[in-house]
T-cell receptor, first 111, second 115 residues
């Protein structure tokens, strides 16, 4: 079956630090890959996506590259801000749009 | 409506009681999904509707859980004889239109606490 494994948090960084949140997956077929973000008190929002191997998704300074050879989709940002503090979920889909999520990684950015 | 609306936003219930959670998707979205978000467990898929039918109910954790969708719009998730392990945030999402994955929209959820 499908599964997503992402690094446990919380990840604690100072403002302007470099961020990496690791995500690896197991899937049948060729999945689409996603990062969702959940800000405190809000619903999940799509942050970025990649639908085929070697695609790079990017948004708001975040980016992730679909690596089929390593079954990974690591999230990176060169310089985090306090406003990036949230929970980040890696997810995949191989079918009719049902998403399989990782457990989420909390990011805490201090000034 | 402009977004996916869920009600109530918070629900506290006694163990053994039944609860109903409501999801009002974006108007015109044909697909509707229920997920459960538990502390430390991430998000689990529960059930998927296409129109009023549910091709995939595989994520429902037990026969105490059921869901229906009427008129291709509002959906209700019912949990009978609630247990403490049912405490979680229940999220609804809908998908439709021509925006592809960018149109997959989540509600803010219902936080269920079983005491």
């Amino acid at each position: 079956g499908n599964s997503v494994t992402q690094m446990e948090g919380p990840v604690t960084l100072s403002e302007e630090a470099f961020l990496t949140i690791n995500c690896t997956y197991t899937a049948t077929g060729y999945p689409s890959l996603f990062w969702y973000v959940q800000y405190p008190g809000e619903g999940l929002q799509l942050l970025l996506k990649a639908t085929k191997a070697d695609d790079k998704g990017s948004n708001k300074g975040f980016e992730a590259t679909y690596r089929k050879e390593t079954t990974s989709f690591h999230l990176e940002k060169g310089s985090v801000q306090v406003s990036d503090s949230a929970v980040y979920f890696c997810a995949l889909s191989t079918g009719y749009s049902t998403l399989t999520f990782g457990k989420g990684t909390m990011l805490l950015v201090s000034p | 409506g402009a977004g996916v609306s869920q009600s109530p936003s918070n629900k506290v219930t006694e163990k053994g009681k039944d609860v109903e959670l409501r999801c009002d998707p974006i108007s015109g979205h044909t697909a509707l999904y229920w997920y459960r978000q538990s502390l430390g467990q991430g998000l689990e898929f529960l059930i998927y509707f296409q129109g009023n039918s549910a091709p995939d109910k595989s994520g429902l954790p037990s026969d105490r859980f059921s869901a229906e969708r009427t008129g291709g719009s509002v959906s209700t998730l019912t949990i009978q004889r609630t247990q403490q392990e049912d405490s979680a945030v229940y999220l609804c999402a809908s998908l439709g239109g021509d925006r592809g994955w960018d149109g997959y929209t989540f509600g803010s959820g219902t936080r269920l606490t079983v005491v």
